[in-house]
């Protein structure tokens, strides 16, 4: 059995509360709860554990905004702000932020679940550009450091760059590690000696 989405869906006014709660309760099943106080919204958020946000604001500001996507957690969850009306840099501030969606003047019944759908594609790309960039940047890191043990091994033994780096790979495979690690260890301990 799949489990049902969980929403929290940040809405004061009862009448527009309901009318996100109808909308998505047609059809399919999901576990909504309305949050009327953003005052304790990241408490609220933070014993819900919900899979997506959903913020309606009926003039949002920067301050607005800022709070709502720390207490929303935007890079842990999908999270969709309706506006009714917005100013220059707004929009970009939210996506910024972290905001999955931010939607102008579009809380009406026959929008929500395609902005829901859309924020969670959303965010579920911006997690794998995200873990993408994390592995690019920890290979460069160790990249970097196989570099500089490949040139301390040089130096000192007097070996060419390719001795060096076999070397570097031999040591990695007989201790069982990573050839970063090895590399790592060996340009501490060449700073620890020099």
Do not use: C, W
């Amino acid at each position: 059995m799949v489990q049902a989405l969980s929403i929290v869906i940040v809405e004061p006014d009862p009448d527009r509360a309901r009318l996100i709660v109808d909308a998505l309760a047609d059809g399919m099943d999901y576990e909504i709860h309305v949050v009327a106080e953003r005052s304790s919204l990241a408490r609220q958020i933070v014993q819900v554990k919900p899979d997506l946000v959903l913020v309606d604001v009926a003039d949002p500001s920067r301050d607005i905004i800022e709070e709502l996507t720390l207490a929303s957690g935007p890079l842990e969850r999908p999270v969709a702000l309706f506006v009714d009306r917005s100013d220059a840099g707004l929009s970009t501030a939210a996506i910024e932020a972290g905001l999955s969606a931010y939607v102008v003047d579009g809380l009406t019944a026959s929008r929500v679940r395609p902005v829901l759908d859309a924020a969670i594609a959303r965010f579920h790309l911006m997690q794998r550009m995200r873990a993408e960039l994390d592995e690019t940047k920890r290979a460069l890191e160790d990249r970097k450091v196989i570099d500089r043990a490949k040139g301390l091994l040089m130096r000192v033994r007097g070996i060419t760059e390719d001795e060096a780096y076999a070397l570097l790979r031999k040591t990695a495979m007989d201790q069982n590690k990573r050839l970063a690690d090895v590399a790592g260890a060996l340009v501490t301990a060449a700073k620890l000696l020099g």
